[in-house]
């Protein structure tokens, strides 16, 4: 079965420093990965997603994520936090054309 | 706005109680899935429904249902209502299932006091 494992269930960065959210995922076939930002008291919205192609995926708000399938990883980066980068941030991985597997999160914390 | 709709936004209520939540997805997406999300067991998928059949179950209770009706609105009921229920519910949509991502709702509070 696939699944997700997102390290680090807290990150905390400098307002201006670079951000490093960390996703890997299993799966005996080619992934859909995605990730997703919550901000407080709202639903998951889409950051970003990988189906096909290039490697290198740019989402909303200046985040990027690439997928390096020899690493099994699809890491999302920015190279400058803002604070209202502030949230928790959220890995899947297609299991089946119906399924979406969500890792258990990573809250992001930007300090000025 | 995502597109898709929960009611109520919150909801407050007693232990032993019954309660139903609605979602309607974004026009033209044909899946619904529940999610439930608190602060010690994080998103838990509960139910997907396609179409209007039950299409996948997750970690839900025996005390929780829910159905898709032909409108493609589903509600999910939540009875004998204890503490542990109290948590954010999602409902999220999808037009291509899981290869296209979701959309989702922005919740309802369940508050069971």
């Not at chain 1, 997102?6 to 307002?15: K, P």
């Not at chain 1, 080619?30 to 740019?58: D, E, H, I, S």
């Not at chain 2, 898709?4 to 139903?20: D, E, F």
Request: proline letters at 4%; a neutral charge.
């Amino acid at each position: 079965a696939q699944s997700v494992t997102q390290l680090g269930s807290h990150v905390s960065v400098s307002e201006g420093a670079l951000v490093l959210l960390r996703c890997n995922y299993s799966s005996s076939v080619p992934p859909y990965l995605f990730w997703y930002v919550q901000y407080p008291n709202q639903g998951l919205q889409l950051l970003l997603k990988y189906t096909t192609g290039a490697t290198l995926v740019k989402g909303i708000n200046g985040f990027e994520a690439e997928f390096k399938k020899s690493e099994t990883s699809f890491h999302l980066t920015k190279p400058s936090a803002h604070m209202s980068d502030a949230a928790e941030y959220f890995c899947a991985v297609s299991e089946t054309p119906d399924k979406l597997i969500f890792g258990t999160g990573t809250r992001l914390q930007v300090f000025p | 706005d995502s597109g898709v709709t929960q009611t109520p936004k919150h909801l407050i209520t007693a232990t032993g109680q019954r309660v139903t939540l609605r979602c309607s997805p974004r026009s033209g997406d044909l899946s619904v899935y529940w999610y439930q999300q608190s602060l010690d067991q994080g998103l838990q998928f509960l139910i997907q429904y396609y179409n209007g059949e039950e299409r996948a179950k997750g970690n839900i209770l025996e005390r929780f249902s829910a159905q898709q009706f032909p409108d493609l609105h589903s509600e999910l009921n939540l009875s004998s209502l204890e503490l542990g229920d109290s948590a954010l519910y999602f409902c999220a949509s999808s037009r291509q299932g899981g290869r296209g991502g979701y959309t989702f709702g922005s919740g309802t509070r369940l508050t069971v006091v």
